[in-house]
Protein backbone atom coordinates (compact mmCIF):
# COMPACT_ATOMS: atom_id res chain seq x y z
CA UNK A 1 0.00 0.00 0.00
CA UNK A 2 1.18 3.51 -1.23
CA UNK A 3 2.59 5.27 1.87
CA UNK A 4 3.23 2.48 3.82
CA UNK A 5 6.18 -0.25 4.19
CA UNK A 6 5.28 -3.73 3.62
CA UNK A 7 3.28 -5.84 6.18
CA UNK A 8 4.45 -8.87 5.23
CA UNK A 9 7.63 -9.04 7.48
CA UNK A 10 5.40 -8.31 10.27
CA UNK A 11 2.78 -11.26 9.31
CA UNK A 12 5.66 -13.57 9.02
CA UNK A 13 7.39 -12.30 12.92
CA UNK A 14 3.24 -12.80 14.03
CA UNK A 15 3.25 -16.11 12.87
CA UNK A 16 6.57 -17.20 14.35
CA UNK A 17 5.51 -15.86 17.47
CA UNK A 18 2.20 -17.90 17.31
CA UNK A 19 4.39 -21.15 17.15
CA UNK A 20 6.39 -20.03 19.99
CA UNK A 21 3.38 -19.49 22.28
CA UNK A 22 1.73 -23.16 21.59
CA UNK A 23 4.83 -24.85 22.59
CA UNK A 24 4.30 -27.22 25.26
CA UNK A 25 7.97 -25.20 27.11
CA UNK A 26 6.32 -21.80 26.06
CA UNK A 27 6.14 -20.70 29.93
CA UNK A 28 9.19 -22.37 31.62
CA UNK A 29 10.65 -18.70 31.42
CA UNK A 30 8.38 -16.51 32.31
CA UNK A 31 10.22 -13.63 31.65
CA UNK A 32 10.24 -14.44 27.97
CA UNK A 33 7.12 -15.82 27.92
CA UNK A 34 6.03 -12.21 29.14
CA UNK A 35 8.47 -10.45 26.49
CA UNK A 36 6.73 -12.60 23.12
CA UNK A 37 2.96 -11.99 24.80
CA UNK A 38 3.79 -8.63 24.90
CA UNK A 39 5.31 -8.63 21.35
CA UNK A 40 2.52 -11.10 20.11
CA UNK A 41 0.03 -8.41 21.32
CA UNK A 42 1.53 -5.46 19.55
CA UNK A 43 1.94 -7.30 16.02
CA UNK A 44 -1.54 -8.02 16.76
CA UNK A 45 -2.82 -4.56 16.86
CA UNK A 46 -0.47 -3.56 14.18
CA UNK A 47 -2.52 -6.26 12.24
CA UNK A 48 -5.70 -5.07 13.40
CA UNK A 49 -4.91 -1.34 12.06
CA UNK A 50 -3.64 -2.71 8.75
CA UNK A 51 -6.73 -4.14 8.18
CA UNK A 52 -8.93 -1.34 9.45
CA UNK A 53 -6.52 0.78 6.97
CA UNK A 54 -7.45 -1.70 3.67
CA UNK A 55 -10.79 -1.60 4.61
CA UNK A 56 -11.26 2.72 4.26
CA UNK A 57 -9.12 2.58 1.34
CA UNK A 58 -11.79 0.18 -0.56
CA UNK A 59 -14.40 2.20 0.69
CA UNK A 60 -13.03 4.99 -1.16
CA UNK A 61 -12.46 3.16 -4.32
CA UNK A 62 -15.92 1.62 -4.25
CA UNK A 63 -17.91 5.30 -3.49
CA UNK A 64 -15.25 6.78 -6.00
CA UNK A 65 -16.75 4.14 -8.81
CA UNK A 66 -20.49 4.25 -7.85
CA UNK A 67 -19.90 8.04 -8.17
CA UNK A 68 -18.37 7.67 -11.67
CA UNK A 69 -20.94 5.55 -12.94
CA UNK A 70 -23.51 6.82 -14.78
CA UNK A 71 -26.15 4.34 -14.59
CA UNK A 72 -25.79 4.40 -10.52
CA UNK A 73 -28.95 5.40 -8.59
CA UNK A 74 -29.10 8.82 -8.11
CA UNK A 75 -29.78 8.49 -4.26
CA UNK A 76 -26.63 5.82 -3.94
CA UNK A 77 -24.79 8.68 -5.45
CA UNK A 78 -25.32 11.13 -2.86
CA UNK A 79 -25.04 8.40 -0.21
CA UNK A 80 -21.24 8.03 -1.36
CA UNK A 81 -20.48 11.74 -2.17
CA UNK A 82 -21.52 12.46 1.58
CA UNK A 83 -19.56 9.35 2.87
CA UNK A 84 -16.25 9.61 0.84
CA UNK A 85 -16.19 13.75 2.02
CA UNK A 86 -14.64 12.11 4.95
CA UNK A 87 -13.12 9.58 4.11
CA UNK A 88 -9.49 11.03 2.95
CA UNK A 89 -8.96 12.12 6.93
CA UNK A 90 -10.13 9.16 8.36
CA UNK A 91 -7.39 7.66 5.95
CA UNK A 92 -4.67 9.18 6.69
CA UNK A 93 -5.04 9.20 10.47
CA UNK A 94 -5.40 5.10 9.93
CA UNK A 95 -2.01 5.38 7.94
CA UNK A 96 -0.77 7.29 10.87
CA UNK A 97 -2.24 4.80 13.39
CA UNK A 98 -0.17 1.87 11.07
CA UNK A 99 3.07 3.38 10.70
CA UNK A 100 2.90 4.33 14.94
CA UNK A 101 2.25 0.78 15.50
CA UNK A 102 5.34 -0.52 13.14
CA UNK A 103 7.85 1.60 15.19
CA UNK A 104 9.71 -1.02 16.83
CA UNK A 105 10.13 -0.53 20.72
CA UNK A 106 13.03 -0.07 23.04
CA UNK A 107 13.41 -3.15 24.91
CA UNK A 108 13.70 -0.95 27.72
CA UNK A 109 10.82 1.13 28.02
CA UNK A 110 8.92 -0.92 31.09
CA UNK A 111 12.09 -1.12 33.00
CA UNK A 112 12.87 0.41 36.50
CA UNK A 113 15.68 3.00 35.75
CA UNK A 114 18.93 4.35 37.68
CA UNK A 115 19.79 8.00 37.67
CA UNK A 116 23.13 9.13 38.45
CA UNK A 117 23.60 13.25 38.54
CA UNK A 118 26.86 14.48 39.46
CA UNK A 119 27.76 17.81 39.71
CA UNK A 120 30.18 19.60 36.77
CA UNK A 121 31.72 22.57 36.03
CA UNK A 122 30.46 25.42 38.66
CA UNK A 123 32.31 24.07 42.34
CA UNK A 124 29.42 24.79 44.72
CA UNK A 125 26.92 26.25 42.56
CA UNK A 126 26.95 22.89 40.52
CA UNK A 127 27.08 20.78 43.38
CA UNK A 128 23.46 22.88 44.06
CA UNK A 129 22.08 22.29 40.89
CA UNK A 130 22.80 18.62 41.08
CA UNK A 131 20.63 18.59 44.06
CA UNK A 132 17.85 20.79 42.70
CA UNK A 133 18.04 18.33 39.51
CA UNK A 134 17.54 15.38 42.26
CA UNK A 135 14.71 17.00 44.01
CA UNK A 136 13.42 17.27 40.59
CA UNK A 137 13.06 14.18 39.58
CA UNK A 138 12.25 13.04 42.71
CA UNK A 139 9.26 15.33 42.96
CA UNK A 140 7.99 13.92 39.25
CA UNK A 141 8.14 10.42 40.52
CA UNK A 142 6.05 11.14 43.20
CA UNK A 143 3.51 12.72 41.36
CA UNK A 144 3.40 9.90 38.95
CA UNK A 145 3.08 7.49 41.91
CA UNK A 146 6.41 5.94 41.23
CA UNK A 147 8.72 4.69 44.09
CA UNK A 148 12.14 5.85 45.31
CA UNK A 149 15.06 3.73 46.44
CA UNK A 150 18.50 5.19 47.05
CA UNK A 151 21.86 4.07 45.72
CA UNK A 152 24.50 5.99 46.17
CA UNK A 153 25.16 9.75 47.39
CA UNK A 154 28.35 12.31 48.24
CA UNK A 155 27.11 15.39 49.69
CA UNK A 156 28.82 18.54 49.56
CA UNK A 157 29.55 20.65 52.26
CA UNK A 158 26.83 23.74 50.32
CA UNK A 159 24.24 21.11 50.80
CA UNK A 160 24.12 20.19 47.09
CA UNK A 161 25.65 17.33 46.11
CA UNK A 162 28.80 16.05 44.19
CA UNK A 163 27.10 12.95 42.99
CA UNK A 164 23.86 11.18 43.44
CA UNK A 165 21.83 7.76 42.38
CA UNK A 166 18.61 6.23 42.91
CA UNK A 167 16.54 3.77 41.56
CA UNK A 168 13.02 4.35 40.09
CA UNK A 169 10.76 1.46 40.04
CA UNK A 170 7.40 2.24 38.55
CA UNK A 171 5.38 1.46 35.30
CA UNK A 172 7.45 2.44 32.44
CA UNK A 173 9.87 4.45 34.02
CA UNK A 174 13.05 4.27 31.52
CA UNK A 175 10.13 5.15 28.06
CA UNK A 176 9.33 8.36 30.15
CA UNK A 177 12.92 9.27 31.54
CA UNK A 178 15.73 8.31 28.90
CA UNK A 179 15.91 11.31 27.41
CA UNK A 180 17.20 13.13 30.62
CA UNK A 181 20.46 11.44 29.53
CA UNK A 182 23.38 14.22 29.09
CA UNK A 183 24.50 17.76 30.56
CA UNK A 184 21.62 20.23 31.98
CA UNK A 185 22.91 23.53 32.30
CA UNK A 186 21.99 26.19 34.78
CA UNK A 187 22.56 30.22 34.67
CA UNK A 188 21.65 31.70 37.89
CA UNK A 189 23.49 34.53 40.54
CA UNK A 190 24.74 32.01 43.02
CA UNK A 191 23.72 32.58 46.94
CA UNK A 192 27.84 33.24 47.30
CA UNK A 193 27.74 36.44 44.75
CA UNK A 194 27.70 39.66 46.27
CA UNK A 195 28.32 41.15 43.00
CA UNK A 196 24.98 40.25 41.65
CA UNK A 197 26.58 38.23 38.26
CA UNK A 198 25.14 35.19 36.27
CA UNK A 199 27.08 32.35 36.60
CA UNK A 200 26.94 28.99 34.45
CA UNK A 201 27.04 26.20 36.23
CA UNK A 202 26.65 22.51 34.86
CA UNK A 203 25.70 18.99 36.15
CA UNK A 204 25.31 15.60 34.16
CA UNK A 205 22.34 12.98 34.15
CA UNK A 206 22.96 9.93 33.33
CA UNK A 207 19.59 7.32 32.70
CA UNK A 208 20.20 4.05 32.73
CA UNK A 209 17.80 1.24 32.33
CA UNK A 210 17.86 -1.64 35.32
CA UNK A 211 19.39 -4.82 34.44
CA UNK A 212 19.21 -8.04 35.82
CA UNK A 213 21.62 -11.16 35.93
CA UNK A 214 20.25 -12.70 32.76
CA UNK A 215 20.61 -9.36 31.24
CA UNK A 216 24.42 -9.06 31.75
CA UNK A 217 26.95 -11.78 32.66
CA UNK A 218 29.33 -10.48 35.41
CA UNK A 219 32.52 -12.96 35.57
CA UNK A 220 33.41 -12.81 39.76
CA UNK A 221 37.06 -12.64 38.29
CA UNK A 222 36.62 -9.40 36.36
CA UNK A 223 36.18 -7.47 39.48
CA UNK A 224 38.13 -6.08 41.90
CA UNK A 225 36.16 -5.30 45.32
CA UNK A 226 37.55 -3.20 47.70
CA UNK A 227 35.79 -2.19 51.50
CA UNK A 228 36.65 0.76 53.57
CA UNK A 229 34.88 3.17 55.76
CA UNK A 230 31.91 5.65 54.74
CA UNK A 231 32.81 9.13 55.05
CA UNK A 232 30.73 12.02 55.44
CA UNK A 233 27.15 12.53 57.63
CA UNK A 234 24.99 9.43 57.59
CA UNK A 235 24.89 8.65 61.23
CA UNK A 236 27.04 6.54 63.48
CA UNK A 237 26.64 3.10 61.99
CA UNK A 238 27.35 4.24 58.52
CA UNK A 239 30.51 5.55 59.00
CA UNK A 240 31.77 3.63 61.74
CA UNK A 241 31.84 0.51 60.23
CA UNK A 242 34.01 -0.40 56.89
CA UNK A 243 30.42 -1.26 54.86
CA UNK A 244 31.24 1.21 51.75
CA UNK A 245 32.22 -0.80 48.57
CA UNK A 246 34.08 0.04 46.03
CA UNK A 247 34.31 -2.28 42.89
CA UNK A 248 36.15 -1.88 39.86
CA UNK A 249 35.04 -3.37 36.41
CA UNK A 250 38.64 -4.51 34.99
CA UNK A 251 37.55 -4.88 31.49
CA UNK A 252 35.79 -1.93 31.08
CA UNK A 253 37.48 0.76 33.45
CA UNK A 254 33.25 0.77 35.12
CA UNK A 255 33.53 1.95 38.74
CA UNK A 256 30.99 2.48 40.87
CA UNK A 257 30.93 2.91 44.49
CA UNK A 258 28.05 2.35 47.11
CA UNK A 259 28.49 3.74 50.54
CA UNK A 260 24.40 4.47 51.80
CA UNK A 261 23.67 1.24 53.42
CA UNK A 262 25.33 0.29 56.76
CA UNK A 263 25.71 -3.53 55.87
CA UNK A 264 28.54 -3.79 53.13
CA UNK A 265 26.28 -6.92 51.88
CA UNK A 266 23.53 -4.47 50.76
CA UNK A 267 26.25 -1.93 49.48
CA UNK A 268 27.94 -4.96 47.45
CA UNK A 269 24.26 -5.61 46.03
CA UNK A 270 23.81 -2.09 44.91
CA UNK A 271 26.98 -1.78 43.67
CA UNK A 272 26.38 -4.83 41.15
CA UNK A 273 23.14 -3.78 40.58
CA UNK A 274 24.41 -0.44 39.37
CA UNK A 275 27.48 -1.66 37.66
CA UNK A 276 25.20 -4.08 35.00
CA UNK A 277 22.82 -1.10 34.53
CA UNK A 278 26.41 0.63 32.89
CA UNK A 279 26.58 -2.34 31.46
CA UNK A 280 23.41 -2.28 29.80
CA UNK A 281 23.56 1.11 28.52
CA UNK A 282 27.14 0.99 26.98
CA UNK A 283 25.97 -2.14 25.65
CA UNK A 284 22.73 -0.52 23.94
CA UNK A 285 24.97 2.81 22.92
CA UNK A 286 27.27 0.21 21.00
CA UNK A 287 24.66 -1.15 19.01
CA UNK A 288 23.30 2.58 18.49
CA UNK A 289 26.76 3.57 17.19
CA UNK A 290 26.73 0.27 14.65
CA UNK A 291 23.73 2.57 12.86
CA UNK A 292 25.41 5.75 13.09
CA UNK A 293 23.78 6.80 9.95
CA UNK A 294 19.93 6.65 11.21
CA UNK A 295 20.76 8.77 14.28
CA UNK A 296 19.03 11.51 12.81
CA UNK A 297 16.00 9.53 13.90
CA UNK A 298 16.75 9.99 17.24
CA UNK A 299 15.87 12.36 19.63
CA UNK A 300 19.02 13.00 21.49
CA UNK A 301 20.07 10.71 24.59
CA UNK A 302 22.27 8.68 26.25
CA UNK A 303 25.61 10.71 25.47
CA UNK A 304 26.67 12.01 28.43
CA UNK A 305 28.64 14.79 26.60
CA UNK A 306 25.93 16.46 24.98
CA UNK A 307 24.82 19.63 26.57
CA UNK A 308 20.33 19.22 26.34
CA UNK A 309 19.13 21.64 28.03
CA UNK A 310 19.32 25.28 29.84
CA UNK A 311 17.74 26.50 32.77
CA UNK A 312 17.92 30.08 32.79
CA UNK A 313 16.94 31.46 36.44
CA UNK A 314 16.93 35.50 35.68
CA UNK A 315 14.04 34.69 33.02
CA UNK A 316 12.70 31.49 34.32
CA UNK A 317 13.12 29.90 31.57
CA UNK A 318 13.58 26.48 30.62
CA UNK A 319 14.93 25.40 26.97
CA UNK A 320 15.53 21.71 25.59
CA UNK A 321 18.29 22.49 22.92
CA UNK A 322 17.03 19.64 21.29
CA UNK A 323 13.66 20.08 20.07
CA UNK A 324 13.54 23.81 20.75
CA UNK A 325 11.25 23.49 23.68
CA UNK A 326 10.97 26.08 25.66
CA UNK A 327 8.83 26.93 29.00
CA UNK A 328 8.55 30.28 31.13
CA UNK A 329 7.65 28.56 34.83
CA UNK A 330 11.15 27.07 36.07
CA UNK A 331 9.79 27.57 39.53
CA UNK A 332 7.14 24.73 38.92
CA UNK A 333 9.53 22.14 36.25
CA UNK A 334 11.89 21.90 39.43
CA UNK A 335 9.38 20.93 41.84
CA UNK A 336 8.44 17.94 39.06
CA UNK A 337 5.89 19.45 36.91
CA UNK A 338 7.64 18.21 33.84
CA UNK A 339 4.63 16.36 31.96
CA UNK A 340 4.61 18.73 29.24
CA UNK A 341 8.81 18.84 28.46
CA UNK A 342 8.45 14.58 28.68
CA UNK A 343 5.46 14.75 25.68
CA UNK A 344 7.15 17.22 23.94
CA UNK A 345 10.58 15.05 23.78
CA UNK A 346 8.16 11.95 23.16
CA UNK A 347 6.27 13.31 20.22
CA UNK A 348 9.82 14.46 18.84
CA UNK A 349 11.36 11.25 18.74
CA UNK A 350 8.22 9.76 17.36
CA UNK A 351 7.87 11.80 14.34
CA UNK A 352 11.88 11.45 13.68
CA UNK A 353 10.75 7.57 13.43
CA UNK A 354 8.09 8.32 11.36
CA UNK A 355 9.82 10.33 8.91
CA UNK A 356 12.89 7.64 9.07
CA UNK A 357 10.32 4.77 8.78
CA UNK A 358 8.97 6.42 5.82
CA UNK A 359 12.40 7.19 3.72
CA UNK A 360 12.80 3.47 3.94
CA UNK A 361 9.44 2.51 2.04
Request: aromatic share 4%.
Amino acid sequence: MKGIPDIGPFKKRLKELDDLMTASDFYSDQRKAAEVSREHQKLMDLIGLYHNLEKLVAEEAENNELINDPNADPELKELAQEEIATLPERIEKAKTDVLLAMIPPDPSDSRNTIIEIRAGAGGDEASLFAGDLCRMYTRFAEIKGWTIEPMSSSASECGGFKEVSFLVKGDEVYKTLKFESGVHRVQRIPVTESGGRIHTSTATVAVLPEAEEVDIHIDPSDLEVSVCRASGPGGQGVNTTDSAVQMLHKPTGIMVFCADERSQIKNRAKALKVLRSRLLKQKEEEERAKYAANRKSQVGSGDRSERIRTYNFPQSRLTDHRIGFSSHDLPSILEGNIDDLVLALQMADQEAKLTSLLEQE
